[in-house]
């Protein structure tokens, strides 16, 4: 929380009549409860907010979301590859004109005169492989539509917890600029009698401006939020949103083994890299079958020259390729496949090694945000509120001076604010394991956390 908030009960006490004379007694602001209900953002003038919890949010971003739309697209390409894998090659028609006399090139009766038709046939077991190498494009298209599905989700649900603690903080904010104002205007009073000095007014005036600038950080961080939370669902960015949600802890967090466990069988990167291995032998196998020669067939009607015995016959044609006189060539296409398909068994160790240290990372994170909730909740947040009392007691009976009382408000709101950011951390941790894991985490939505449902737009 920015220290300007330190003025307020400095502002407040300006309203006594001066340290140690005999005046009302000193107003002080009374301490947040734990975790107070986030309070309403700032909504442009003529835009109707849409209201929006996190899991419509992530709804929405999965449906309309530009990126899994481009994605769902691929995988449409990769599906409609599978209906033409096992066609053959197009069939070829030829004509043929010879023995035509040079001397009257135009006598066509004089000329043998031959259309044939030609198709070349593969054979069944190297349709059968393209047909499957096909299909193996698909599994991977559909594993990377699933590792953008969830990356998007990830980011959604990062960028509404940055919502729910700006709308945290904007309701600090907006206790704080109330408390301001009528202290300045207390302030204005006592000065007029004498009885605090104009330093002390200029002060206030100060912290107050200072307080515009702070809500002018705290509305830019919520507009961003809010933009890259539209931008996900596939919103225009400027669209006003009013979120309505909990903070969330897991009810169980499963011991590493098991998170990497659930990332083997889970993550779709790693099941995209393991079909792209068999991809790459499915391609290895079929460029070995292109040692198999394969059969071109033609049927042709001939028309013979006036005069022959004859003028209609037919022609048979058969035509096979020979691999074998190019085995050099062959033989380095099944290398080339072969060190493919190595390549994707090292990218598949490095991306679970990868894999492996982000969940531990993530592990990390959320167990260390879960430790700040506590030990805010339960140890300093009470501790700082005692502070609070105790100082503010202690200048009432002129036994303390203004520094200390600074100290303790201070340090009160800066609690409440790093309690607020811990809770956002502590979702965005369970979103970032999530998307480590490739699946969903058991959990205590709010269990642990008093003022569990909040509001902003």
């Known amino acids: 929380m920015k220290s300007i908030y330190v003025v307020a009960p400095l502002l407040l006490a300006l309203s006594v009549a001066g340290h140690g004379q005999a005046e009302p007694p000193l107003v002080l602001a009374e301490p947040a409860p734990n975790l107070p209900h986030a309070g309403p953002e700032r909504v442009e ?143 204005l009073v006592q000065y007029t009698t004498g009885k605090v000095p104009q330093a002390d007014v200029l002060r206030a005036q100060m912290a107050v401006t200072r307080l515009s600038e702070h809500l002018i950080e705290l509305e830019q961080e919520r507009d961003s939020a809010r933009s890259q939370l539209n931008q996900l669902r596939g919103r225009s960015p400027g669209e006003a949103v009013e979120i309505a949600g909990t903070y969330e802890s897991p009810a169980v967090l499963p011991s590493i083994e098991e998170l990497e466990r659930e990332a083997i069988e889970n993550r779709p990167e790693l099941a995209a890299l393991r079909k792209q291995i068999a991809k790459s032998k499915d391609e290895g196998q079929l460029t070995r079958l292109t040692m198999k020669p394969d059969f071109t067939v033609g049927l042709g009607y001939m028309l013979m020259p006036t ?28 290398r080339q496949a072969d060190a493919a398909t190595d390549v994707a068994q ?46 503010a007691a202690a200048y009432r009976n002129n036994r303390s001076d203004f520094a200390n009382l600074i100290d303790s408000q201070n340090l009160l709101l800066d609690i409440e ?25 058991a959990r205590d939505s709010g269990a642990d956390l008093p003022g569990k449902e909040r509001t902003s737009k």
Request: net charge negative; charged share 25%; hydrophobic share 45%.
């Open 307 to 334: 005069g022959s015995y004859s003028r209609s016959a037919y022609m048979a044609e058969f035509a096979m390729n020979l691999p074998g006189f190019n085995r050099a060539r062959h033989d380095g296409e099944t």
């Open 417 to 441: 604010s790093a309690c607020y950011k811990a809770s956002a951390a502590t979702d965005a941790g369970i979103a970032q394991l999530e998307r480590a894991t490739g699946a969903p985490l």
């Open 346 to 391: 090292a990218e598949l160790e490095a991306r679970a090694s990868t894999v492996f240290l982000e969940i531990r990372q993530a592990q990390i994170d959320l167990l260390a945000a879960e430790k700040r909730v506590k030990l805010y909740r339960d140890t300093l947040l009470p501790q700082a509120e005692a502070a609070f009392k105790a100082s």
């Open 45 to 187: 003038a003529g835009q109707a907010a849409v209201s929006l919890s996190v899991d419509e949010a992530v709804v929405q971003a999965l449906e309309a979301n530009p990126e899994i739309r481009a994605a769902v697209r691929r995988l449409s390409l990769a599906q409609l590859k599978t209906g033409t894998a096992r066609s053959l090659d197009d069939p070829m028609v030829q004509v043929r004109d010879w023995d035509t006399p040079l001397r009257q090139p135009w006598d066509l009766n004089q000329a043998q005169i031959m259309v044939m038709a030609q198709q070349t046939f593969l054979s069944r077991q190297k349709r059968d492989l393209r047909a499957k190498v096909a299909g193996d494009e698909v599994d991977v298209a559909s594993s990377e539509l699933e590792s953008m599905r969830q990356e998007v989700s990830v980011e959604v649900r990062k960028a509404y917890a940055d919502l729910m603690r700006n709308a945290d903080e904007m309701k600090l904010h907006d206790r704080q600029a109330s408390l301001l104002k009528e202290a300045l205007a207390a302030a």
